[in-house]
């Protein structure tokens, strides 16, 4: 069955970086986009942008361009999300979602990654 | 950007009634060489991830329950459950994939009356 597992939670003050990993299975991991969608603590859904895994193209919401970088490792179908100069606005959950494109709807989300950023 | 609203912001219905959701977006998701709305419907439950119910606008995900049905098009496009379970209390949010950026609207949180 298709799982996409994230890493554990993380704590970071600001102007630091964190990367987040989402490990994939039960399908290929290079036919489907990963993209990545955030959700700050009460707050609705933001999406911030995809990869697509077999290429490793990329495209970013605006808003994080220059400070968000998605790559993935082929090898171990393992997408991840680097978000740099981090804000204490940038706390909340990070999900990675599977989708059959790079406009797709998202079937298969990451049970969330919850980083926090706090002096 | 397409700016996604939703009415209303919560609602309380009783076990076993009707509960619609509407979802307006800034301009149209219909892509006309297909004559596809590009518009899906989730449900999101404390500490879970979202769950896709609906895509196309009104194309159920496989194992969705059928009182969950999704219609509209263009511009405006509604949820309904046709009988609300205690299990269906969540906050449902509608999202275009038109094109990026994707967008969420701001959610309807679904209460027991």
């Known amino acids: 069955q298709v799982q996409l597992v994230q890493s554990g939670a993380e704590v970071k003050k600001p102007g630091a970086s964190v990367k987040v990993s989402c490990k994939a299975s039960g399908y290929s991991f290079t036919g489907y986009y990963m993209h990545w969608v955030r959700q700050a603590p009460g707050q609705g859904l933001e999406w911030m942008g995809w990869i697509n895994p077999n290429s490793g193209a990329t495209n970013y919401a605006e808003k994080f361009q220059g400070r968000v970088t998605m790559t993935r490792d082929t090898s171990i179908s393992t997408a991840y999300l680097e978000v740099s100069r981090l804000r204490s606005d940038d706390t909340a959950v990070y999900y990675c979602?599977?989708?059959?494109?790079?406009?797709?709807?998202?079937?298969?989300w990451g049970q969330g990654t919850l980083v926090t950023v706090s002096s | 950007d397409i700016v996604m609203t939703q009415s209303p912001d919560s609602l309380a219905v009783s076990l076993g009634e009707r509960a619609t959701i509407n979802c307006k977006s800034s301009q149209s998701v219909l892509y006309s060489s297909n004559n596809k709305n590009y518009l899906a419907w989730y449900q999101q439950k404390p500490g879970q991830p979202p769950k896709l119910l609906i895509y196309?606008?009104?194309t159920r995900e496989s194992g969705v329950p059928d009182r969950f049905s999704g219609s509209g098009s263009g511009t405006d496009f509604s949820l309904t459950i046709s009988s609300l379970q205690a299990e269906d209390v969540a906050v449902y949010y509608c999202q275009q994939y038109y094109g990026p950026p994707l967008t969420f609207g701001p959610g309807t949180k679904v209460d027991i009356k």
């Open positions: 196309w606008a009104s």
């Open positions: 979602a599977r989708s059959p494109d790079s406009l797709g709807t998202w079937g298969y």
